[in-house]
């Protein structure tokens, strides 16, 4: 996987206390019962780490981890070019 698949993981182990055994690039975040607040409070931690802002709309929790950090990459991407 990605190294920012690796950093999302390492954020939801350290900062959200889930457990790494849960975790694979298929997972969802329903898997890990997460809701929408979980959400909104991931991309802002995400934000201040990483430094990219990913729109709260951008996704959800049928996505999967690696979903996740292909949107991280992508709006990195984004804010390189611009």
């Known amino acids: 996987m990605s190294s ?3 950093q999302l993981v ?3 182990t350290e900062r959200f206390e889930v457990s790494q055994d849960e ?3 298929d997972t969802t975040f329903e898997d890990l019962e997460m ?3 979980f959400m909104v409070e ?4 995400v934000q201040n780490e990483m430094g990219v802002k ?3 709309d951008a996704a959800t929790t049928g996505d999967t981890v690696a979903r996740a950090a292909e ?3 992508a709006a990195t991407a984004a804010a ?3």
């Open 54 to 56: 990913i729109g709260e």
């Open 71 to 73: 949107l991280i990459d």
């Open 10 to 12: 390492t954020i939801l």
């Open 23 to 25: 975790i694979t690039p």
């Open 80 to 82: 390189s070019s611009s």
């Open 42 to 45: 991931l991309l802002l931690v």
């Open 4 to 6: 920012t698949y690796d």
């Open 35 to 37: 809701d929408s607040l």
